[in-house]
């Protein structure tokens, strides 16, 4: 009989394995709460609607539907139209990785990428390592890939790579394959911080020694508010000898130009690229040509360029503002390192207060973030919580601090534990 | 160590195993040599580019830029723009579906769909069955999922559902699990053919008391060029207890709008959309919300109702040139049924002459078509071959089958065996 020895339930279907360790995201969980009149969220990592160039991107759209409709209305490539691709290599150079149109596939979003990757590698059991903590819908997807998650420590310059070695060697070990290693590089969600040039270079270093593949996952690089631009990892591969092979490298347009364009690229060695095409041919055939024919005008047209400063600044100072109002509002009951750049704060709540607990007045207050639990492939701290500043205003970001701080005054503290 | 044991040849990755058995697609590969100056393709499944309505879509997207640039630019939620799925229910409703814009889940073309129902549904090994000859993209994406696909024979009344309960018997009798049936039951893709109402209640009491889920992809329902309207399986499911949550259905705006804003949807029951939003979350978090938006402007503007008549019009003109030119240049040499609607007309040529060795000719005498061997699942039959009408003018439709009967005088007939 097909399918009633699997049932889950009362449910009669027989879902596939992958969908018993998967849950719904709590932060899109968390968004509708957001939209409540008079809530200011710190949840999302919606990009600021004040940085869409609506202007722009009527002018491209435009000129596609006057100029090109026939090829932006069709079906296209797999791998993207080359217009686009032409332009994202020239964007992927300009951040110091001499890149080729031919080693990118055009992804619906960098989420897409993240899952196409998964797919390529991954088997049942096979060992995806990522950073603790690390971005939840990368998690998400590689539950769906039913990888088994290990992971290394993330401090104020990034992930421990040091540790990696060790890690890599104590999963061969056991019998286990490892496949991937996945990190955000330039200000990590959720950790904010930021991969220094010399883990860089001893990642790669440790992943040619080990024959694992890893791939840097770079949204928010072109928003570094403070600091020095550190070069991706297929740039650094050029000095890591073998290096260029063992890595790739993901973005998208969703923070410089609109998410809604869906609109993210991968850029990986010849032969992972043919197989990552061959994959994507069944996901979806291909991405909006619609709107990569867009994007491709808007990025010949040179407005991106010339609006990042603007939109950099728009995003430092609420970095600043955020961080200005916890030192302001919370002083030492919290604990953060001021990232760079990006979208994201992460901190702690001094005393081992709950985040959750506190999430739950700061609602009642009118502000919402993400306990940090959620971000943990395993053993969670239920102390930290995720602070987007990309969405709120600088003076929005001070009152949501405030009552945060409400929030936390209601909050229980739990009995200190006396050593000894 | 990682992931030496599993190395392909010289490539130094561990690829997962389900990409092992996936290939590329013949027809992308023929659609490069369509481009060729003077070529006529019957090969693709590409609209008609003057079906595309430039000027509407052109509003609508002025329309979304002044009016919710912020909301259409923006992520938006994993199920999909409620504005457009409002569209896409009433436009499924005036199908004979009445559904809810609830049941409904928004996907990047409806090859999204089917690798999204595959990833709910199919563990490595789980059985689909297709009909034979099936979708190439469907058959691609079933081998992404490592699914074993069993078939059914297809007639000119569709597949021929009446051989599927025993089938069903006998592969739970070799301890496999079936999950998924997979139709296109209007004009399919290749074989032309339209499942008979008949067929479509038998095909539902089947599943239900298989406990079976199947799924409707239905692409080109609305191109009907010849006889009656048929309703598609959850329209019928109520007349059948207990079908309604044993059966989904999948369509997209590629046919009837454009293929390039990546629009198609999935109405399922349910338990079973819960877990398709969650995969969908993984898998790009949501499709583009500007395209979303776009297209649920024009579709409320009306203008699709308005224009689908002179749509329907221009295929059928097609579908009629096409069979009256094989009529005309290749008469007794080929055999097929004249397809009530759709884009494809399915044929075998007689004297069991291998179609793979006429397309060699015929591209040198300057058309392309698809060989049928591409769309079995198992024991592919050699003299089949799908002509596609959908974007070649009526004129270019009879150059092209001249062509074709001139590559069929060079193509080499096989010896007739003599019986006895």
């Given amino acids: 009989m097909p399918s009633d020895g699997l049932t889950r339930g009362s449910v009669p279907y027989a879902f596939s394995s992958r969908m018993m360790g998967v849950q719904s995201s709590v932060i899109r969980d968390l968004l509708r709460l957001a939209q409540r009149p008079g809530m200011i969220s710190l949840a999302g990592g919606l990009p600021s609607p004040l940085t869409f160039?609506?202007?722009?991107?009527?002018?491209?759209?435009?000129?596609?539907?006057?100029?090109?409709?026939s090829r932006a209305l069709q079906y296209g490539l797999t791998d993207g139209q080359p217009a686009l691709k032409h332009e994202l290599a020239r964007l992927t150079s300009s951040r110091g990785a001499a890149v080729d149109e031919h080693s990118i596939v055009v992804?619906?979003?960098?989420?897409?990428g993240i899952d196409l990757i998964a797919r390529l590698l991954i088997d049942p059991g096979d060992v995806i390592v990522v950073e603790r903590p690390a971005y939840l819908a990368a998690l998400q997807t590689f539950a769906l890939a039913q990888a088994s998650l290990h992971t290394i420590e993330s401090d104020a310059s990034g992930a421990r790579v040091e540790d990696l070695d060790a890690l890599l060697g104590a999963i061969g070990a056991s019998g286990k394959r490892?496949?991937?290693?996945?990190?955000?590089?330039?200000?990590?969600?959720?950790?904010?911080?930021?991969?220094?040039?010399?883990?860089?270079?001893?990642?790669?270093?440790?992943?040619?020694?080990?024959k694992v593949f890893v791939i840097e996952d770079d949204p928010?690089?072109?928003?570094?508010?403070?600091?020095?631009?550190?070069?991706?990892?297929?740039?650094?591969?050029a000095e890591v000898p073998g290096a260029a092979q063992w890595c790739g490298y993901l973005s998208t347009l969703s923070k410089i130009l609109a998410p809604g364009l869906r609109l993210g690229w991968v850029v990986l060695p010849p032969v992972m690229l043919d197989q990552a095409v061959i994959c994507k041919q069944g996901m979806d055939l291909h991405s909006s040509t619609f709107t990569q024919e867009i994007a491709a005008k808007y990025l010949?047209?040179?407005?991106?360029?010339?609006?990042?400063?603007?939109i950099r600044t728009a995003y430092r100072e609420r970095n600043e503002a955020l961080a200005d109002a916890l030192d302001r509002h919370l002083g030492d009951r919290i604990a953060y390192n001021r990232p760079e750049g990006g979208m994201f704060l992460w901190a702690r709540l001094n005393d081992a207060v709950d985040a959750s607990e506190v999430l739950r007045h700061a609602i009642e207050e009118g502000m919402v973030f993400v306990?940090?639990?959620?971000?943990?492939?395993?053993?969670p701290d239920a102390s930290t919580l995720r602070l987007?500043?990309?969405?709120?205003?600088?003076?929005e970001l001070d009152v949501a601090v405030q009552r945060l701080a409400r929030a936390l005054d209601r909050s229980v503290v739990p009995p200190r534990t006396t050593p000894g």
């Fill in 53 to 69: 160039d609506v202007e722009g991107l009527q002018h491209a759209a435009d000129d596609v539907l006057v100029n090109s409709s």
């Fill in 388 to 395: 987007s500043f990309a969405t709120a205003l600088p003076a």
């Fill in 107 to 112: 992804t619906t979003g960098s989420q897409q």
């Fill in 178 to 210: 490892v496949k991937l290693v996945y990190v955000v590089a330039n200000f990590a969600n959720p950790s904010g911080a930021t991969l220094s040039r010399e883990r860089r270079l001893r990642l790669l270093r440790t992943v040619v020694e080990r």
């Fill in 220 to 237: 928010y690089g072109e928003l570094r508010s403070f600091g020095t631009f550190v070069p991706p990892l297929i740039a650094l591969a």
């Fill in 371 to 379: 306990p940090g639990s959620a971000f943990y492939a395993d053993c």
């Fill in 300 to 310: 010949a047209s040179g407005r991106l360029q010339a609006r990042l400063p603007s």
